[in-house]
């Protein structure tokens, strides 16, 4: 089915420790989105960008780091995991434009003892 | 300021009765798109509704409507005829079309239980 896939899906990391989310659409929408989602806080963008080799800082961007290397894939990094980034993590997609639709991936549920 | 904020955390309905779930939003950017999202307890982000700030018509998806009030910077979503599976948690979401940053800014939602 076409959409957007994160992966992983569940991840348990340890203060310092890092890691790489990974997003993946096939439905060759230039621009793709990073959120987090914590209880009472709604949405929050960490970072975006809206086209292959394009990066941007959102509302919440410090201690993450993102590449788009290619159009489908849109990459977010951990350097050094800290229990302020426990959260759930949302990839979303969009074509662009006035009326396009996001697709929201199912999401990553990180926790960081 | 916040740019979109809901008022409501939660709400109880009965089933079958119709739903306004409020929204109310923030910008200086005379084009801009206001979304709603639905996301059950299984957590995924489903689009029901669209509404552009230059559409003319209040925009309808099945049991879905958008009450767009522009001069009150109002974008209430409403639910007719509730039913058991409409209990989750409701998002209104912005996107602001004339430059800065891009993507969507969320509310912190409405959680929604209907009742039998």
């Known amino acids: 089915n076409a959409g957007v896939t994160q992966t992983p899906k569940f991840r348990v990391l340890k203060t310092g420790q890092s890691m790489t989310l990974l997003c993946a659409q096939d439905m060759n929408h230039e621009y793709m989105y990073w959120y987090r989602q914590d209880p009472g806080m709604g949405l929050r963008l960490i970072h975006y960008?809206?086209?292959?080799?394009?990066?941007a800082k959102g509302e919440v961007p410090d201690g993450y780091n993102v590449s788009r290397l290619k159009k489908q894939n849109f990459l977010l990094g951990l350097e050094s995991a800290a229990p302020s980034q426990t959260s759930v993590y949302f990839c979303a997609s969009t074509a662009g434009g006035r009326v396009g639709g996001y697709t929201f991936g199912s999401g990553t549920r990180l926790t960081v003892v | 300021a916040q740019k979109i904020t809901q008022t409501q955390p939660g709400m109880f309905v009965q089933e079958k009765e119709a739903v306004t779930l409020d929204c109310t939003y923030d910008?200086?950017?005379?084009?801009?798109?206001l979304f709603w999202y639905k996301q059950p307890s299984s957590g995924e982000m489903i689009f029901l509704i669209y509404q552009g700030s230059y559409d003319q018509q209040n925009a309808t998806e099945g049991r879905y409507s958008l009450n767009f009030q522009k001069a009150r910077k109002s974008a209430n979503l409403v639910i007719s005829a509730s039913q058991l599976g409409d209990s989750a948690m409701y998002f209104c979401a912005m996107r602001e079309f004339g430059g800065g940053a891009d993507g969507l800014t969320f509310g912190k939602g409405t959680h929604l239980i209907i009742q039998p």
């Open positions: 910008t200086s950017d005379p084009s801009y798109g």
């Open positions: 960008s809206v086209g292959e080799g394009t990066t």
